[in-house]
């Protein structure tokens, strides 16, 4: 699985767009990019994953680089439910995921 | 209402006592996981589970155990062996489909020692 570096933490105003970034430079081509966050002291949640075209779903975009070796995950309207801490994940197959420390993002009023 | 129940929410182990946590799905999903969370850190595998009667170690399985009897159904032993145990304790679950993983995870267990 490849590696990912995300920053450490992120704050962004309510109701603007959240842009995490997530760099994966050793990438191969039938590994997917997952995301999926943690609100304090509860379970992660599965937000959105794709392998190479722009993804939308109810929650977030995710976008991939044409070389698939970086990816932004956008909340569109960050609220402050959002706060959280957001995982990016590569990932071939099915068995566990690998989080790591992941971005603390900070929705502020 | 589908989804992952974890129980209890909070857990008090003594000196020498073996815990048991539960997991319960009723999401129909094939494969079960479970992770320890220590604080500020991020989530580390313990065992896992992709059909009934059959479980593997995860990266960290020394001083737990598992068993999977039902499909629906996945408790995760503390035994006295392991020295260092409180932690949040998360259980997931995933549906057969090959080539995602999709991971739905329960609210949590979270273990202390007394």
């Known amino acids: 699985d490849a590696k990912t570096t995300q920053p450490t933490s992120m704050d962004c105003a309510e109701g603007r767009a959240a842009n995490l970034p997530c760099n994966h430079s050793?990438?191969?081509?039938?590994?997917?990019v997952y995301w999926y966050r943690q609100i304090h002291s509860q379970g992660p949640q599965y937000i959105i994953h794709?392998?190479?075209n722009n993804e939308t779903n109810e929650m977030a975009s995710l976008i991939i680089t044409e070389d698939r070796k970086s990816s932004t995950l956008i909340l569109p309207h960050a609220t402050l439910r959002d706060t959280a801490v957001y995982y990016c994940?590569?990932?071939?197959?099915?068995?566990?995921?690998?989080f790591g420390t992941g971005t603390r993002l900070t929705v502020i009023p | 209402d589908g989804g992952i129940t974890q129980s209890p929410k909070y857990l008090f182990r003594k000196e020498g006592q073996n815990v048991t946590l539960s997991c319960e799905q009723n999401?129909?999903?094939?494969?079960m996981y479970w992770y320890r969370q220590d604080p500020g850190q991020g989530l580390r595998l313990i065992y896992y589970?992709?059909?009934?009667?059959?479980?593997q170690k995860g990266d960290i399985a020394e001083g737990y155990s598992v068993s999977r009897e039902k499909k629906e159904s996945f408790p995760l032993t503390v035994t006295s062996a392991q020295k260092n145990p409180t932690a949040f304790y998360l259980c997931?679950?995933?549906?057969?489909?090959?080539?995602?993983?999709?991971?739905?995870f329960g609210a949590g267990t979270r273990l202390s020692v007394l």
């Open positions: 997931a679950s995933r549906p057969r489909d090959e080539g995602k993983n999709i991971q739905y």
């Open positions: 050793t990438i191969s081509g039938n590994e997917y």
């Open positions: 794709g392998l190479k």
């Open positions: 994940i590569v990932k071939t197959g099915a068995n566990n995921l690998f």
């Open positions: 999401l129909n999903h094939d494969a």
């Open positions: 589970s992709q059909i009934v009667n059959d479980f």
